[in-house]
């Protein structure tokens, strides 16, 4: 029996990996369920189909991809369902993904592009404006991600996948004797082949503080980063700050912009409280999915 339960959580346990940001082929994700082209076959139009990670007890996605996603859809008020899931993939093995009017579309950047092209919407940035945009956009993606992901995954594996947290359907014994440690050990060998988790804990504190501090240059004293209305870099600052910040345990991102860098702080409620209502009870859930 206990076999049995294990042999049924092996895709979840590798879905868990997957949340981390690691390519699936990295991990050999056999036991994901077989894409196919079209998971939503009565689909309407103009209708966005968002596959993503289940909600998790304290913030509405644990993927920074997910929730830049999410955001963008409320933000320009496009009407999308929600389809959460631990094992379904788009047919390149990734997580986010949409399918809309019968087509699917993976990674989150390709996404922000096709639903900008028939939604036709238009950020009114000039040619400089949408340089700076897209090189922020690229900053936070290439590096900035991997020094929150090094903190949040690797030296908190732990907090990050306890089910009060990750929302996995699994219980704590499961975790910690077939997942913690391949989790953090790919998630390590990643980072390692990216070059950041070849540096030094501190080293790594001053890459993270020096982007948010050119994050912090850009935004100023402005509602968002390219003026009074969120643009790409927003939605992309928000869900890879957001992934980490709101979380319930101590990591540098936390009393780096606590204590630093309060333009940002402000930003990610900015952010929050615009598109993510909701009543705060507590000093860490107020991302809470039951107030969605």
């Not at 049995?4 to 868990?16: D, G």
């Not at 996603?69 to 093995?93: C, D, H, Q």
């Not at 989790?183 to 060998?189: D, G, M, R, S």
């Amino acid at each position: 029996m206990h076999r049995t339960f294990i042999n049924k959580s092996y895709s979840t346990i590798l879905s868990a990996t997957k949340l981390a940001g690691i390519n699936a082929k990295t991990i050999r994700s056999a036991s994901f369920s077989k894409p196919v082209e079209l998971h939503k076959r009565n689909w309407k139009e103009n209708v966005v189909y968002l596959y993503q990670f289940k909600r998790t007890p304290v913030i509405p996605n644990l993927s920074p991809f997910c929730l830049k996603v999410e955001t963008f859809l409320r933000a320009y008020n496009i009407k999308y369902e929600a389809m959460p899931t631990w094992t379904i993939r788009s047919k390149e093995g990734k997580l986010p993904f949409i399918e809309l009017n019968g087509k699917q579309i993976a990674d989150s950047q390709f996404i922000f592009f096709y639903l900008m092209k028939n939604f036709k919407i238009d950020e009114g940035l000039s040619a400089e404006q949408a340089a700076i945009a897209r090189s922020v956009d690229r900053m936070i993606e290439g590096s900035t991600h991997h020094a929150l992901t090094y903190f949040r995954n690797v030296e908190n594996a732990h907090n990050v996948l306890n089910p009060n947290i990750s929302g996995l359907p699994l219980p704590s014994f499961v975790i910690n004797l077939f997942l913690l440690k391949r989790f953090k050990t790919t998630v390590l060998n990643r980072l390692k082949s990216e070059g950041t988790a070849r540096h030094p804990r501190d080293a790594i504190i001053e890459i993270l503080r020096r982007d948010i501090q050119a994050l912090d240059g850009i935004l100023g004293d402005k509602k968002f980063f390219m003026g009074i209305v969120p643009t790409t870099p927003d939605f992309t600052a928000f869900g890879h700050l957001a992934t980490a910040y709101y979380l319930p345990f101590q990591q540098p991102i936390t009393s780096l912009v606590d204590e630093e860098f309060p333009r940002i702080q402000n930003f990610l409620e900015r952010m929050r409280t615009h598109y993510w209502v909701a009543q705060k009870s507590g000093f860490f859930d107020i991302l809470r999915p039951e107030n969605f």
